[in-house]
C-alpha cells in the first residue's frame, strides 16, 4: 500500500510516497518558491534527483508537476500536514466538508500556517479525487494537556470567547519519539514518563505523563517557550508595549521581530547551529553567548518537567541539533547530577541511542524523529478503519 504525504507551506510543498508494507520512501521532494519569478522542485527516486526550475504561479501549478513526477498510480491515501487543529482535534481524522470548515475556523490562530494547509487540502483532493485524505494535526497530541497547564492567567472570558490558550506544536514528532522510546526500553507507553526535546529550525520540549503530553514549551502559537533559529521563545509579554510605545513600531514588525530576527540569530547573525557552534570553536564570543542562552533555556525546562512530572525514564533529543550535537546535549545535561541524570560523554560523544551512565535513574537517549512516516502510520490507522466499516 502506499502513502503520500504532503507538508504544504505558504510557498512550498514538501512530499515522501512510502511504500507502507516496510515503511520505505519510494520517491520525496520539495518544490520551492512558489509564487516567485522562479521556482525549484527537486525530487527524488531511488538515487536519482530531477531539478526542474521554472515558475509555479500557485500550489496547484507546482502540484500538477510532482503528480507527474510520482509515476506511481496506485496511491491509497494521502496524508496532510495540518499545523493547528485547535480544540476540536485531539486526533487525525478522515478529512471531509465538516473538517476543512473546522481547520478554517482554526486559522486566526495559525494565520500563516492553516491557509497554505487547506490549499494543499484543496489541490490534492482535487488531482487525487477518489482517495481519502487524512488530516493530522501539530496540536492534536497535546490535548491531553490539563487545564492547569493550558490556561494563561488572562480573564477567563478570553480563553472562553476567544480561544486563548495554550496549544503546543510538533505533537506528531513528541508522539513518534514516545512510540520509538516504548520500543527500544521495551515499556509501553501508557506507563512511560519521558522529557522529550525537538530541537531543529524550531524547538519545543514536552513533559509525557503515562504516554500523554502534560505540558509543552511552545504555547498559543509556535513562538513561546525555548529559543529558536529566528524566533525568540519566552519573554516579558510587557516588551512589545515597549516596542510600540518608545521606538513605533507596528503589530506587523513587532511580529516579525519576534519570529524572524530572534533566538539565535538574533544574538549572534546566525540561525544555523553547525555554523554557530563553528563560529563559537573559533572564537566569536556573540555566537558563544547565543549557545550558552540557548541550552540554559532549554535546561531551566528540564528542570521544571523533571518536577512536574515526578518520576521520569527518560530525556529524548530530537531532530537536527538534538541528534547530532553532542556539545548542546552535554551543556543541557550538564550539573543536573542531583536530579539523577549522568551523562556517559563517551556515548555522547559517539551519538549513540543512549548516552546516559548505567546507574543514571534518568536514562538520557538520542532518538531520530521522522514527522512524514508518523503522518504515513496516521493514515494507514485511518483507512485501514475505514475498510473494517
Ligand atoms: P527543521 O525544523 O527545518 O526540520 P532540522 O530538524 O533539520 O530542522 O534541524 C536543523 C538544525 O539542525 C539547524 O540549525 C542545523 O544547523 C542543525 N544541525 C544539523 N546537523 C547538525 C550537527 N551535526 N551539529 C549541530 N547542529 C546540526
Redesign the pocket.
Given at each position: 500500500m502506499k502513502i503520500l504525504v504532503i507538508n504544504t507551506g505558504s510557498s512550498s510543498i514538501k512530499y515522501q510516497l512510502f511504500d507502507m508494507r516496510n515503511e520505505s520512501v519510494i520517491s520525496s521532494g520539495i518544490a520551492e518558491k512558489i509564487g516567485e519569478d522562479l521556482g525549484i522542485l527537486t525530487h527524488k527516486r531511488n538515487d536519482k534527483k530531477t531539478i526542474i526550475k521554472q515558475k509555479f504561479i500557485d500550489h496547484k501549478s507546482a502540484f500538477h508537476i510532482i503528480e507527474k513526477l510520482l509515476i506511481d498510480k496506485d496511491i491509497s491515501a494521502v496524508g496532510h500536514r495540518v499545523v493547528h487543529g485547535g480544540e476540536k482535534f485531539s486526533g487525525s481524522v478522515i478529512i471531509d466538508r465538516e473538517v476543512i470548515d473546522a481547520i478554517k475556523e482554526n486559522i486566526p490562530l495559525a494565520p500563516l500556517h492553516n491557509p497554505s494547509n487547506l490549499e494543499g487540502i484543496y489541490v490534492a483532493m482535487e488531482l487525487f479525487p477518489n482517495i481519502p485524505h487524512v488530516a493530522v494535526f501539530d496540536t492534536a497530541f497535546h490535548q491531553t494537556i490539563p487545564k492547569k497547564a493550558y490556561l494563561y492567567a488572562l480573564p477567563y472570558s478570553f480563553y472562553d470567547k476567544y480561544k486563548i490558550r495554550k496549544y503546543g506544536f510538533h505533537g506528531t514528532s513528541h508522539s513518534y519519539i514516545l512510540e520509538k522510546v516504548s520500543e527500544y526500553m521495551r515499556i509501553p507507553s501508557r506507563k512511560l514518563n519521558l522529557i522529550t526535546i525537538h530541537l531543529?529550525?524550531?524547538a519545543s520540549i514536552t513533559a509525557i505523563k503515562h504516554g500523554c503530553s502534560i505540558d509543552t514549551s511552545m504555547g498559543m502559537t509556535p513562538l513561546e517557550g525555548l529559543i529558536m533559529?529566528t524566533r525568540c521563545g519566552d519573554i516579558d509579554p510587557a516588551i512589545p508595549f515597549f516596542l510600540m510605545d518608545h521606538i513605533n513600531m507596528s503589530s506587523d514588525e513587532i511580529y516579525k521581530l519576534l519570529n524572524q530576527q530572534s533566538g539565535l540569530k538574533g544574538i549572534c547573525g546566525k540561525?544555523?547551529?553547525?555554523?554557530i557552534?563553528n563560529e563559537a570553536i573559533k572564537g566569536d564570543s556573540f555566537a558563544q553567548l547565543a549557545i550558552q542562552m540557548y541550552c540554559y533555556r532549554i535546561k531551566k525546562y528540564i528542570g521544571a518537567y523533571i518536577a512536574i512530572l515526578e518520576r521520569v525514564d527518560a530525556i529524548v533529543f530530537t531532530?537536527?541539533?538534538g541528534e547530532?550535537?553532542p556539545y548542546?546535549r552535554c551543556l543541557c545535561c550538564s550539573g543536573l547530577e542531583s536530579l539523577g541524570v549522568k551523562l556517559d560523554h563517551e556515548m555522547n560523544q559517539r551519538n549513540r541511542i543512549e548516552i546516559s551512565m548505567q546507574d543514571s535513574h534518568i536514562k538520557v537517549l538520542v532518538v531520530p524523529t521522522d514527522e512524514e512516516l508518523k503522518i504515513a502510520r496516521e493514515t494507514m490507522r485511518l483507512i485501514s478503519k475505514l475498510s473494517h466499516k
Amino acid at each position: 500500500m502506499k502513502i503520500l504525504v504532503i507538508n504544504t507551506g505558504s510557498s512550498s510543498i514538501k512530499y515522501q510516497l512510502f511504500d507502507m508494507r516496510n515503511e520505505s520512501v519510494i520517491s520525496s521532494g520539495i518544490a520551492e518558491k512558489i509564487g516567485e519569478d522562479l521556482g525549484i522542485l527537486t525530487h527524488k527516486r531511488n538515487d536519482k534527483k530531477t531539478i526542474i526550475k521554472q515558475k509555479f504561479i500557485d500550489h496547484k501549478s507546482a502540484f500538477h508537476i510532482i503528480e507527474k513526477l510520482l509515476i506511481d498510480k496506485d496511491i491509497s491515501a494521502v496524508g496532510h500536514r495540518v499545523v493547528h487543529g485547535g480544540e476540536k482535534f485531539s486526533g487525525s481524522v478522515i478529512i471531509d466538508r465538516e473538517v476543512i470548515d473546522a481547520i478554517k475556523e482554526n486559522i486566526p490562530l495559525a494565520p500563516l500556517h492553516n491557509p497554505s494547509n487547506l490549499e494543499g487540502i484543496y489541490v490534492a483532493m482535487e488531482l487525487f479525487p477518489n482517495i481519502p485524505h487524512v488530516a493530522v494535526f501539530d496540536t492534536a497530541f497535546h490535548q491531553t494537556i490539563p487545564k492547569k497547564a493550558y490556561l494563561y492567567a488572562l480573564p477567563y472570558s478570553f480563553y472562553d470567547k476567544y480561544k486563548i490558550r495554550k496549544y503546543g506544536f510538533h505533537g506528531t514528532s513528541h508522539s513518534y519519539i514516545l512510540e520509538k522510546v516504548s520500543e527500544y526500553m521495551r515499556i509501553p507507553s501508557r506507563k512511560l514518563n519521558l522529557i522529550t526535546i525537538h530541537l531543529g529550525n524550531g524547538a519545543s520540549i514536552t513533559a509525557i505523563k503515562h504516554g500523554c503530553s502534560i505540558d509543552t514549551s511552545m504555547g498559543m502559537t509556535p513562538l513561546e517557550g525555548l529559543i529558536m533559529g529566528t524566533r525568540c521563545g519566552d519573554i516579558d509579554p510587557a516588551i512589545p508595549f515597549f516596542l510600540m510605545d518608545h521606538i513605533n513600531m507596528s503589530s506587523d514588525e513587532i511580529y516579525k521581530l519576534l519570529n524572524q530576527q530572534s533566538g539565535l540569530k538574533g544574538i549572534c547573525g546566525k540561525n544555523d547551529m553547525r555554523e554557530i557552534l563553528n563560529e563559537a570553536i573559533k572564537g566569536d564570543s556573540f555566537a558563544q553567548l547565543a549557545i550558552q542562552m540557548y541550552c540554559y533555556r532549554i535546561k531551566k525546562y528540564i528542570g521544571a518537567y523533571i518536577a512536574i512530572l515526578e518520576r521520569v525514564d527518560a530525556i529524548v533529543f530530537t531532530a537536527g541539533i538534538g541528534e547530532n550535537s553532542p556539545y548542546i546535549r552535554c551543556l543541557c545535561c550538564s550539573g543536573l547530577e542531583s536530579l539523577g541524570v549522568k551523562l556517559d560523554h563517551e556515548m555522547n560523544q559517539r551519538n549513540r541511542i543512549e548516552i546516559s551512565m548505567q546507574d543514571s535513574h534518568i536514562k538520557v537517549l538520542v532518538v531520530p524523529t521522522d514527522e512524514e512516516l508518523k503522518i504515513a502510520r496516521e493514515t494507514m490507522r485511518l483507512i485501514s478503519k475505514l475498510s473494517h466499516k
